[in-house]
């Protein structure tokens, strides 16, 4: 079956940087579109951004742009979250997701937490 694993959460001040990484297990990424959502305390889950399945487009929530980059290794079968310039507001939850149907993610990881704050 399809699994995805985050890591590479943890604390950091703010000004900081973090990279998550999602690995996927049980089917190729290659032509999956993966994405990046994040829930903070007593908020609804927010969509961070995704990537398309060869890597030529990549779209971002408002709150992240020009501070986030995803990116992805098909070869290693793993998606990256570069997270530069992080806000205590960034602290939540960040779950990586894979779909392989258009407008679809059926497939989520258990998610990993980033913590900011000074």
């Known amino acids: 079956q399809v699994q995805l694993v985050e890591s590479g959460g943890g604390s950091v001040q703010p000004g900081g940087s973090l990279r998550l990484s999602c690995e996927v297990s049980g089917r190729t990424i290659s032509t999956a579109a993966m994405a990046w959502f994040r829930r903070a305390p007593a908020k609804e889950r927010e969509f961070v951004g995704r990537?398309?399945?060869?890597?030529?487009?990549?779209t971002y929530a408002e709150s992240v742009k020009d501070r986030f980059t995803i990116s992805r290794d098909n070869a290693k079968n793993t998606v990256y979250l570069q997270m530069n310039s992080l806000k205590p507001e960034d602290t939540a939850v960040y779950y990586c997701?894979?779909?392989?149907?258009?407008?679809?993610?059926?497939?989520w990881g258990q998610g990993t937490q980033v913590t900011v704050s000074s």
């Open positions: 990537i398309s399945p060869y890597g030529g487009s990549t």
């Open positions: 997701a894979a779909g392989w149907n258009a407008g679809r993610y059926d497939y």
